[in-house]
C-alpha cells in the first residue's frame, strides 16, 4: 500500500518497478542540516512510500525568519508549564496508580493491575499553550512598556518554544532513583546540594550526548520520529490557515464546552 500526498490508497508497486521522478531532487539549506525536497509543479500527487518521503513532502520546513520565539510570553508559558509538567511527573513516578478490578463478576477476589504513572502528553501541552499563548495575546495591552510583554500575535515559534521546554522537563529525571535507594533502602539521607548537581549533571549528560549526536539522529531525513507526526500537523492546522484556523477552533472550542 501506498500513501499519497491527495489522500489517496493504492498498491504499491515492486521495488524493481520503483522509479525516481525527475522532478524530485534533493536540496539542503544554507548550512546543510535539513533535507527536503522539491517536487515537479506538474505532477498531480506524491506518493509518500519511505521515511524520507514523509519527512520532506509532509513536514513543512519553510522559515519565517520574521517569527521571534524569545518573548515574555513564551518564557513565561514555558517555564509555567515546565513546573508543572516537572513536580507532576516527579509525584506520580514515587506515586504510581493501582486499580483493582474482579476479573469476573463472580470471582470474589480482585486482581491488581500493573502501576500505571500519569504523564503529561505532548498534544495536551501544545494545546494548554496555545490557549494560554492567545489568552495573553488578546489581554495584555500592546502600549506603552506592555508591548514588550505583548509584541503582537502569538506564533508558531514560540508555541514550539513552549513544548520543547515543557515537554523536556514533563518527565521524571531517572537520577531521583538513585536518591530513592539510598533512602528507602539503605536508610542514607542524601546531601540536598550532592542530590541537587547529581541531577543536574545526569539531565545536561543526557542532553550533551544528544547534541553531539545531531548529526546522526536528527539532520538525516530518515530518521524519521512518528510520535512527534500529529503535533507538526496540529501546529499547521493552527497557523497556516490564518482567519480559516481561527474559525475552526472556535467550533472547537464551542463543541468542547459542551
Known sequence: MYLSSAGAIGARAAPSEKTPSAGDEESFNG??????????????????????????????????????????????????????????????????????????????????????????SLMFLAVVSYILGVFMETFIPRHGLFRYLNPGPFNKKETAFVVIMASASANSALGTEVLAVQRLYYNITPNPSASIFLLFSSQLLGYGIGGMMRSILLYPSKMLYPGVLPLLSMFDALYEGGVTARKKLRVFYVVSTM
Do not use: C
Not at 35 to 53: C, G, M, P
Open 31 to 120: 548550512q546543510g542540516d535539513v533535507e527536503t525536497a522539491t517536487v515537479d509543479d506538474h505532477s498531480e500527487k506524491v506518493v509518500l512510500s519511505d521515511e524520507r518521503d514523509i519527512a520532506t513532502h509532509v513536514i513543512s520546513v519553510d522559515d519565517d525568519t520574521t517569527l521571534n520565539p524569545w518573548t515574555f510570553r513564551a518564557f513565561f508559558l514555558g517555564i509555567g508549564l515546565s513546573t508543572f509538567g516537572g513536580i507532576l511527573a516527579e509525584i506520580y513516578y514515587f506515586k504510581p496508580v493501582r486499580n483493582e478490578i474482579k476479573m469476573t463478576p463472580f470471582d470474589p477476589q480482585s486482581r491488581a493491575l500493573p502501576q500505571q504513572t500519569i504523564l503529561v
